[in-house]
């Protein structure tokens, strides 16, 4: 088996980057993919009470556990299973469950920050920033945290004034620079997946 075709895909939080991963699975068609999502690679914080860990700031690199994701490419790379781990964003922290991913044709590797680490990036064969306007990400945010991650408002409003905006502003804005592709408008915009699928179709016809 080749080395599977790796493909990196970030943006700000609510540009729509999940749906684009999704659509390019789904058009792809392919029974070999993999989703990894960067989320799922938040440090353990099972050691600090939820008190402090509602204090951490997760939109800086610090938050993620970039050495064992890097481990888990790598091992996927080499045609080893891995155990991704879960995370549960109510209680920000992983939980005790693991979720085996076999060995793949493709890996969509999808999250904030996954053009910010220099090693991380390079391991990348194409590279994509999702790149969607600030006041449509936070109104995404805001319905998506309070229905789906068990947050109030004000909380959302809050993290996102103090932490969210400024560290995409010092983190995530500054990679799209290193992006092969900006996708204007998320999953919506049918074209740019279809240019997409169309080379991703193309490199694994090459590899055979
Ligand atoms: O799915 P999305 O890309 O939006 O996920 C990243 C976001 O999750 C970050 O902007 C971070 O603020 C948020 N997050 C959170 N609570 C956690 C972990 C991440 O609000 N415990």
Redesign the pocket.
Known sequence: MSKPVLIGLTGG??SG??TVAKTIIEELGHDNIVLIQQ?SY?KDQSHLSFEDRIK?N??HPFAFDTELLIEHLEDLMAGKSIDKPVYD?SH?TRTDEVVTINPCDVIVLE??LVLENEQLRDMLDIKIYVDTDNDVRFIR?LLR?TKE?GRTMDSVVN?YLG??RPMHQQFIEPTKKYADIIIPEGGYNKVAIDILVTKVKSILKELG
């Open positions: 939080t609510g980057k999940t989320d938040y951490t997760y939109d964003f920000h999250g904030i945010r945290d991650r993290q932490v969210v």
